[in-house]
């Protein structure tokens, strides 16, 4: 498909780039042209065609397309368990409820739960998502089904999943569906034995691979290892050789200064997840400390039943309230940092170069802001707007890939949303016998 | 008009109300009935009426139904400086940005720039709003025209307003328009004189009527008002006799405890703000405290310039994770709980007490929630939905006062939003300049 949009506002995140006003043309999955569409002759020359026989021109009426927002660290399937178990400590909730239900899930139910998340993605503005789940193959056919960009990441721990597989998955799940892609990952330091981590730092090297995991999410859990091991987990997982081609960690609240300097070292990305970290009771995660050591930070919802929505919104908004709380300024972490954190810095965590920003030959992962709502008013400053009263009531449509999944509150995915509704409920009434 | 909703989910919000299946029936501006639908018969005979001509009938398609919020505190008009002067401390916010631009705001400005939160307002099922801000007159006229249900209270401080005009707009804003009234107010301690507060519990004594003010907001303001008067603010106001008819203050991130006991004893709720004390980095509530105390606690989303919007979805979750977070425990102030206080409570804070619950004879301020989007899905728990995932796109439709003022996306009001934007904007061009 080729579309032209048009009459736009467009944010194109590439840096110190102001808001533009103008076009927007699409080829099939990328972008061919961003620009005030006079050039139109020159664009054509210079990508070898005569002219542009659009299947769809968009009027934007003034509205903004900007990235869409990457969803940094999820887990898809959980929406089974939004608002099952709420309100019960993360050690409680994980071993009495969350585990419990897991052990029970098909991959056929998560193929279904993920398809759900999918859905509410889209509402949200979200163009990919890196999603960390009990059945990687089930996820992929679910994304792919969807029309959503998904990098999932490995959950090995002592239970479920393992090295093989994830070499396995590694091998299979990347390089065939455009939309798909796998990166190596283990739960959490404290779910693994010592063994499983060294295989896996070991598989990390013979791939040059960057490897991903929950990590100091809990204050607890830091303790623990302290006690097991002597030091703290990301200065552990290091001795083992795991970030010897960079990765990422989820959460990061109790992060030390030490960890902070080995992550910059290392090119560790931090992923935050401030929904889950207030209402599990986790923390509040320095964002700042890891700004000014020029890490590269991201944003993730975490998954459905720890926070419980996929909502970006709410997400950048807590990033730098809770930023501006915990530091007592509230001059901490600015807007436009935040935009980046949603979109550029999500990307790069992701291995996604080429879905960041708006510009030529990118991918079309595109959303449409709908400034013609009374929460973007007046247009004092329009990246502000987003992240201080932007809500998804703004996300006018949502494009993955060269391909508009949701448009003015109706999706275009493969499978009504009341038979996806159906299916989730089903499932849990399942369980619940 | 008389409508009839049916096929409707239904919380009341009644003490230990479940949510019900049914039919609800609004004629006039009150609720005649809520239940199955059944006794349709004696309901009738009770009302003295043959039977109903309805002038709408909605098939709510098994969504749900439930008393508006109560933005318990916010400043309309201060939509004018939405993205316009953030990531500021709150006295360089106040004192070298907002106080500069509201000295050039005029009442016909404000008029309209509160018809602009007017609409935010609809789109996030907020049927009675608690505002404080510079023109009354021009307030309750903006409301009374757009169909808002507006409770307004007084902000007298050194600069503005006076106890005259106060005693003034009491009288002639009380009990001549059915979806306004007025309460005693002053902007704060810091604000005001020791006279002038002398002055306004005098006016509170005379008219025995309630005081509203912002109190306890910063830290600074209460080391401020211990060196000036060697009581902290809450104490210092009740020495005056603030309180003797009860009131409410906004914010009390920094109430101490014997503020807490005197609040309980003298029936003053409290309206808290969690978005803006955030974005202000003032500090995070003690709200578990507080209704461990057995106070009313209400929630606001203050004004647009420190929040920026007025989304009382993200004001609910603040309430619940900053809770959860402050007090290391994920099982602090549950999501009923939250509910309560963004309904019930806040009506019985601005004493609205014919609309805090869907029953007979209350007044029909009613939103219906969208269960069929992703993010409400599965049906686990609706209340926590609501509460953990809801968003301004949950909200289908807003009544106030028996009319339906916004409806499937469609605003319901006698201007077209786009020239209460293009106001919007004119305005802040004009200052600007």
């Given at each position: 498909m080729n579309i032209r949009f048009y009459n736009a506002r467009i944010l194109t995140m590439e840096a110190d780039m102001p808001v533009l006003e103008g076009e927007l043309w699409v080829r099939e999955e990328r972008i061919l042209y961003v620009g005030d569409g006079a050039d139109r002759e020159a664009v054509f020359r210079k990508n070898g065609i005569d002219c542009m026989i659009w299947d769809e021109e968009i009027d934007c009426k003034g509205n903004l397309l900007m990235p869409g927002f990457k969803d940094a660290h999820t887990h898809s399937g959980m929406t089974l368990l939004r608002?099952?178990?709420?309100?019960?400590p993360l050690q409680s909730w994980l071993n009495e409820q969350v585990f419990p239900i897991e052990a029970r899930m098909t991959a056929e139910d998560i193929y279904h739960l993920t398809k759900l998340a999918v859905l509410e993605y889209l509402t949200s503005g979200i163009t990919a998502i890196f999603d960390m789940y009990l059945t990687p193959e089930s996820i992929a056919r679910a994304c792919s089904e969807m029309g959503m960009r998904c990098v999932q990441t490995g959950a090995v721990n002592n239970f479920s999943q393992s090295v093989d597989l994830a070499e396995k998955w590694y091998h299979e799940l990347n390089g065939k569906d455009p939309l798909l892609s796998f990166r190596l990952g283990f739960h959490a330091e404290y779910t693994c034995s010592r063994e499983l981590m060294e295989q896996m730092a070991g598989l990390a090297g013979k791939l040059k691979a960057p490897v991903y995991m929950h990590l100091s999410e809990t204050k607890k859990e830091v303790e623990d290892c302290v006690e097991r091991y002597g030091v703290t987990p990301g200065v552990f997982l290091d001795s083992l050789g795991m970030f010897e081609y960079g990765g990422g960690a989820y959460h990061c609240v109790w992060l030390t200064p030490e960890e902070i300097s080995l992550f910059k070292k290392k090119k560790v990305s931090v992923i935050t997840n401030p929904a889950s970290n207030l209402k599990l009771a986790s923390g509040i995660a320095p964002i700042r400390d890891f700004l000014e050591a020029g890490l590269n930070v991201a944003i993730g919802t975490d998954g459905p039943a720890s926070n419980n929505c996929l909502d970006m919104f709410r997400e950048m908004f807590l990033v730098t309230g809770l930023a501006k709380v915990r530091e007592k300024d509230?001059?901490?972490?600015?807007a436009m940092e935040v935009l980046r954190m949603a979109t550029v810095n999500g990307a790069e965590a992701m291995g996604l170069a080429d879905a960041d920003v708006l510009a030529e030959g990118k991918l079309a992962d595109i959303i449409m802001i709908d400034l013609h709502q009374p929460n973007m008013q007046p247009l004092n400053n329009i990246a502000k707007n987003i992240v201080y009263s932007g809500s998804k009531?703004?996300?006018?449509m949502t494009m993955i890939h060269g391909k508009i999944c949701y448009h003015d509150g109706v999706f275009y995915v493969p499978e009504e949303p009341e038979e996806i509704y159906a299916k989730a409920n089903e499932i849990i009434g399942k369980m619940r016998q």
């Open positions: 608002s099952y178990a709420d309100d019960l509230a001059s901490a972490v600015d009531q703004n996300v006018k």
